[in-house]
């Protein structure tokens, strides 16, 4: 291994695994919540605050975690944040309260907050312009299948006991030892002088279309919560449909989103970017708009087909204009404020959700939530100034 890494491949590899890694404590314990509600005694308000503990510190030390890790090592910062992730998540399987294992939820969430936007930054910094987007495909679909797959592997480890989908987050100890191994620890890193949080935000705004981008971050995110948590209620209360056939639709969602991610590079040869982005908007418009009115779960499969093209051309798209937009020297910094966004999002999709419910029926709720989506059509359509910057580039470039 030289000196600046390893190979290319082996470094996509460990960014990509990593980005999985640090899902587990979401995709791959939640299936255990019962379990833990019950070995715990606590109620379902209680239960909530499982999740929040892991959401919160990425929504508050996104961005000045992405100031000091920048300024010292990437590489170090990610790491050490995938061994004390490993660590504490397998340690949940032995506390003795519920307040335990909500500190080391916590422990997570900041690691979390640290850790996944140095694993885009630092793909920006591996490949050259015309192989970045392959590189984005490649970890937004391992991304989504391990969110495909990671709820099933922890219901199995459920069964087994409440401890074992916590014990299972040990496989992200090796990915951390590995991180050391193979990554540059030049990757990702930036001039100190950019200042603290409040100087690197006010410069990662600077750049022309800086809002749209991030608001197409945090939008993807309210979009994605809002079918993941509320398209199941909408079948089954209004729809007449079972849990395994709502869970049935939104896998195809996911699978949609996967297979679209990866088509993303062909894609971009044929479109740009803006383009994409406006479609997408569009897609994400005309499925909730169709859920609001769906009156039988295989009908809804066609919205969550819809739904999954336009999630997953944003979940690649989202990534590329951070990539490409902004120098390697801030591009931490807009990572970190690209990943504050998208945790917003995921706050901000229940508050919306509960505020169009206070006033009117989940269908109408679904129909206002894809109004929102409908507004963004004109916005991302004005990015078209930035295309020549962000589409795919047709010439080869080394690494």
């Known amino acids: 291994m030289s000196a600046a890494g390893g190979p290319p491949g082996a470094r996509l590899a460990i960014l990509s695994g990593a980005s999985i890694g640090l899902v587990m404590a979401v995709q791959g314990v939640l299936p255990a919540l019962p379990a833990v509600q019950e070995a715990f005694g606590i109620s379902t308000e209680q239960a909530g605050l499982f999740t929040l503990a892991y959401v919160l510190p990425g929504v508050v030390l996104t961005i000045p975690l992405s100031v000091i890790g920048s300024a010292v090592s990437p590489r170090t910062v990610l790491a050490v944040s995938l061994l004390a992730y490993g660590v504490s998540g397998a340690a949940q399987a032995a506390v003795g309260s519920y307040e335990a294992l909500l500190g080391l939820r916590l422990v997570q969430g900041v690691c979390f907050a640290a850790a996944m936007p140095l694993t885009l930054a630092m793909i920006g910094d591996v ?12 970890r937004q679909t391992t991304i989504t299948i391990g969110e495909l797959a990671l709820p099933l592997f922890g219901a199995l480890l459920a069964v087994v006991s409440w401890q074992a989908p916590f014990l299972a987050q040990i496989l992200v100890i090796p990915l951390g030892l590995a991180a050391f191994r193979v990554l540059d620890g030049r990757l990702g890193s930036r001039p100190p002088e950019l200042g603290g949080a409040r100087a690197l935000a006010s410069v990662v705004f600077r ?17 994605k919560f809002t079918f993941i948590g509320y398209v199941p209620i909408l079948l089954v209360q209004r729809a007449g449909a ?6 049935v639709v939104v896998t195809v969602a996911a699978a949609g989103t996967a297979l679209t991610a990866n088509r993303m590079p062909r894609l971009l040869r044929r479109a740009g970017p803006s383009v994409l982005a406006a479609a997408a908007a569009g897609s994400i418009w005309v499925a909730l708009l169709a859920l609001a009115f769906v ?12 739904f999954g093209f336009g999630d997953g051309v944003l979940t690649v798209l989202q990534d590329a204009y951070v990539t490409r937009l902004w120098p390697a020297a801030v591009r931490p910094g807009a990572a970190s404020v690209s990943q504050t966004a998208r945790n917003v999002g995921k706050l901000a999709s229940p508050l919306l959700m509960t505020g169009f419910l206070a006033v009117a029926s989940l269908p109408v709720a679904f129909a206002l939530m894809a ?29």
Do not use: T
């Not at 079972?242 to 869970?247: D, H, L, M, P």
């Not at 809804?300 to 087909?305: P, R």
């Open 295 to 306: 009156g039988d779960w295989r009908l809804a499969l066609l919205a969550a087909v819809v």
């Open 127 to 138: 490949y050259g312009p015309s192989r970045q987007i392959r590189a984005l495909s490649v």
């Open 242 to 247: 079972s849990v395994g056939e709502a869970g």
């Open 207 to 223: 750049q022309d279309g800086a809002a749209w981008v991030m608001l197409m971050s945090f939008a993807r995110f309210v979009f």
């Open 371 to 399: 109004a929102v989506a409908a507004v963004m059509v004109p916005g991302f359509a004005g990015l078209r100034r930035l295309d020549e910057v962000v589409g795919d580039l047709p010439a080869p470039a080394a690494a």
